[in-house]
């Protein structure tokens, strides 16, 4: 049984809201996986076209579009990469959410090892003056020792499961956490984020670019929200920039959505009047 999380009417008379997020991984999760990684550069200059190309392409096109972005950062990228936190706090309308320090998965590490990249990722953005209330865990992997932590270190909510596709609260943890979810149909990766250790598809943009405005036709509908999760690595290469241009624009032909944060979103969240 899901607890289903409530919402007014949108703002403005949209009828769906829609996050676009990005996670700005950069050299973390190469990293991350091992320190044998730390001497190919090649992988880690796949990872670095992230904050240092991709993203500026991202935050023009935000830019035309007046939309705001939702950029879950690992602490590796925000010390290592300054000048890509600078770039999207210039905007003004962006929000930065947590997302772990070393792009670890949870399900690797112990309570220890978690706290650890929460402290660590926290303290990153605390030296920008940023203090992050949403969290999405590397890899999209959970488990009951990160919500407990999450409602802990008080975060917001987390954008991390996919047992609805509409906002629930999370209760395996101590206390309730408000879960944006995601899906892989509705990230980037999945289809443009071949690396030839992991291998990958490269799909064709128009087949994502149906896929994706299928899921907006489907979420306007139904008036809910519709998050998509994207990283300035693969989604910041010009020939799919160019794609998620053509799928904004798809959108405002076809309907009203709310362009929002995850903040923003969350803000609007109740249960029964009590969270
Ligand atoms: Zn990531």
Do not use: K, N
């Given at each position: 049984m899901i607890t289903r999380a409530e919402f007014p009417a949108w703002p403005d008379g949209a009828d769906v809201a829609v996050a676009l997020t990005f996670d700005v991984d950069g050299e973390a999760p190469w990293l991350g996986a091992g320190a044998?990684?730390?001497?190919r550069m090649t992988a880690l200059s796949q990872g670095r076209f992230?904050?240092?190309?991709g993203l500026g392409r991202v935050l023009d096109l935000l830019a035309v579009h007046q939309i705001p972005g939702t950029f879950y950062i690992p602490g590796h990228t925000v010390d290592h990469h300054p000048d890509a936190i600078s770039a999207i706090a210039a905007a003004g309308v962006h929000e930065f959410a947590h997302h772990g320090y070393m792009h670890l998965?949870?399900?690797?590490?112990d309570e220890a090892g978690q706290r650890d990249e929460l402290k660590r990722g926290l303290a990153a953005f605390d030296r920008h003056g940023i203090r992050p209330i949403g969290y999405r865990s590397p890899g999209w992997e959970l488990t009951p020792e990160t919500m407990t932590m999450l409602a802990e270190f008080g975060f917001s909510y987390e954008s991390s499961?996919?047992?609805?596709?509409r906002p629930y609260w999370e209760l395996s943890g101590s206390q309730p956490v408000l879960e944006l979810p995601g899906h892989w149909s509705l990230c980037d990766w999945p289809y443009?984020?071949?690396?030839?250790?992991d291998g990958g598809l490269l799909a064709n943009p128009d087949t994502v670019e149906r896929i994706w405005l299928e899921e907006f036709e489907s979420a306007r509908a139904e008036r809910r929200v519709v998050t998509y999760t994207m990283h300035p690595e693969a989604i910041g290469r010009g020939y799919l920039t160019r794609m998620l241009d053509r799928v904004i624009t798809g959108m405002r032909e076809r309907g009203q959505p709310w362009f929002a944060t995850h903040a923003q979103i969350a803000a609007l969240a109740s249960s029964d009047g009590e969270r």
């Open positions: 044998e990684y730390s001497r992230g904050p240092e190309r998965g949870t399900e690797g590490l499961l996919m047992a609805d596709d443009f984020g071949f690396t030839p250790y």
